[in-house]
Every structure is written in C-alpha cells, then in structure tokens.
C-alpha cells in the first residue's frame, strides 16, 4: 500500500497550491459570446427564457461589444434577426442584411481589434418557414432541398466575409456545404477567411431557449431530417472527418454539455482548433436553479465551463462569457 508515503491531500491544502497543479486552466480569450442583433435604436429586449440575455439594436450591441473587448473576451458570435423574413431567407446573404451592417460597424470601431467576429450561416433565421435551407412541398408533405440550399448558404458565406466577418460559421447540417463555401470564398477573394464548421450539431432539446432568441423555430415540422441523431456518436466522427476533407479550419460541437463524450472523442482524433457551444438550453436551465437558490451561480458557471474544456475544447461559445471573464479577472 502507499499510504501513509503518498497523501493525495498534500497538494489541495491551498488554493495557491491547488493552482499550481491544476491541470485545466479557463481564460477570457477562450470564451465567444454569441449577440442577437435586431432592427431599430435603443432595443434593448429581454429574452424571457434566458436571463441577462437580450435582442440588441446595432447601437446596443456595439456596447456589448465593447464590453466583452474590455474584459479580454476572445470574440463574438453574431446572428440577425431581420426586419422582414421570406421563402429564400433573401436577408442571409443581402449586402445591407442585420449581420452585415454590424460587421462593418464593428470592424470600424479600434476599441473592437481585439475580438475575433464570427458570422454564424444559416437560414433559419431568415428565412419565413423556419428550417435551415430551401423547402419543397408536396401536398401536405415537405423535404428540405440540400443542393439548392447549400446554393444559398454558399452565397451567404462570401457576403458575411465581405462585410467583415473573421470567421464564417455554417451551422445548417447541409451535405458539402463546407466544400461550397470554400470555393465561393476563394473566387470572390476570401480565401483568407477560415470556415468554422458546427461539423457535429445535433438535434437537440437544448435549442429551445435559442428560437425565441432568434425567432427562428420552425412553423412546421422539425430538423431531424438534416441535425444529427443525439445518439450517434461514430456518424459525429464521419461528419467531422468528411468538413475537414471539404476544407474546414475549425470545429465546433453542439451543444457541448450532453455531448461531453463526443467533444472529448473528436479532440483524440482530430488536430483542428475545436470550440464547442454551451447552447441556450443549458444555459436557462441553470439560471433556473441559481434563481430557485439551488445552486451556487458562480461556482456552478465556472465548474460547468471547465469540464467542456477538459473534454477537449479549445475555445468556449457561452452565453456566461461576460460573467465568467469578470471572474476569471
């Protein structure tokens, strides 16, 4: 036996000497903190399923990100709510979409050099029916189209990357749809800017909070037929597998918490940078115990975030970025 010569307990005595050994470290370049950005002045809305979380006119939202610069944050992840919605999601790729006209207003503005913008791609939040991509009907029947639709993202991508974007981020779970962005970026000069795929991002009960955010839950149906089956863990590595072959630079997991597994997995196998995205669902439902006082918030919010990265994630998409950046100093 090694006791009494080994004693665990000698390097937890101290918080001093409990940093010293401690193996996973948080910072506040490694957070994203995702913006809903709305139509008008002064809008500053709450969403009622997310405590602390708003939909923010473009003169709000440049607060917010001026904040999230001061306090180190590593970036922003940006998504639109546009002022009218249609079949094709049209305001996705338009040159003076919601999206688009804050890229150029933060890429304006010094106090912003420090983040990293991401241009989440989709169109579900543009488009009237609420699915990702183009729909087809038949009767009472409907399938959403992949080739037309990736069309589409493609187009949106290279108009995010005009405006300004950094990073642009599909998150549709169209088939080729990396494969396309990276050719329409190369011949419309973006060869420069990275694709971060949501490579596995599964049909999840944990968006809920998310489609009021973004107003974008579907009017009918639902995303099985193109998100990824919660229970499939190998398919999540031939999805990354397959984004990479396409030209990915990064990774993204999604959500992150019930899927610690395939975070952890996908860092064993692949070399890419890898964030993962602490989605809404995971979110509300611990303001919910902080508010009910079943639950520490700080202590939860940082122990929470340090087992994402522990599994593997390099960077962290967290609607806590602002609160966690305040505590990591």
């Avoid at 005595?13 to 370049?29: C, D, Q």
């Avoid at 919605?85 to 933060?106: H, N, P, Y």
């Avoid at 984004?243 to 899927?259: F, T």
């Avoid at 520490?296 to 593997?312: K, Q, V, W």
Wanted: overall charge negative; some cysteine.
């Amino acid at each position: 036996m090694n006791f009494p010569v080994t004693r665990m307990r000698r390097l937890r005595r101290t918080e001093a000497m409990r940093s010293l050994v401690r193996e996973t470290h948080l910072h506040p370049g490694a957070l994203i903190y995702p913006l809903f950005i709305c139509p008008g002045e002064g809008v500053r809305k709450p969403i009622g399923s997310m405590p602390g979380v708003f939909n923010l006119s473009l003169d709000e939202a440049m607060k917010e990100a001026e904040a999230c610069a001061a306090l180190g944050i590593g970036g922003l992840l940006l998504f639109g709510l546009p002022a009218e919605k249609d079949e094709q999601a049209s305001g996705a790729w338009a040159d003076d979409g919601i999206v688009q006209t804050a890229l150029r207003a933060f890429k304006a503005n010094r106090r912003l050099d420090t983040l990293v913008t991401m241009a989440d791609v989709c169109l579900c939040e543009y488009s009237s029916h609420g699915h990702c991509g183009v729909v087809a009907r038949d009767g009472d029947h409907y399938t959403i189209e992949n080739d037309s639709s990736v069309a589409l993202l493609a187009k949106t991508a290279a108009s995010l990357a005009k405006a300004g974007a950094d990073i642009v981020a599909p998150s549709d779970m169209m088939d080729g749809r990396v494969a396309a962005m990276r050719e329409t970026l190369d011949a419309s000069g973006h060869e420069q800017t990275p694709i971060l795929s949501y490579a596995s991002k599964f049909a999840s009960a944990f968006y809920g909070p998310f489609r009021e955010a973004a107003d974008s839950a579907p009017l009918f149906g639902d995303r099985r037929s193109y998100q990824m089956d919660g229970a499939n863990l190998r398919e999540a590595m031939r999805e990354i597998e397959l984004d990479i072959a396409e030209g990915a630079d990064m990774l993204l997991m999604k959500p992150a918490m019930p899927y610690l597994d395939v975070i952890q997995e996908a860092r064993q196998r692949f070399d890419l940078p890898m964030g993962a995205y602490q989605v809404s669902g995971e979110y509300s439902m611990l303001h919910a115990a902080f508010e009910r006082g079943w639950l520490e918030p700080e202590r939860t919010m940082m122990e929470s975030l340090t087992g994402i990265r522990r599994a593997g994630a390099d960077f962290i998409v967290t609607y806590f970025a602002k609160d966690a950046a305040k505590v990591l100093g």
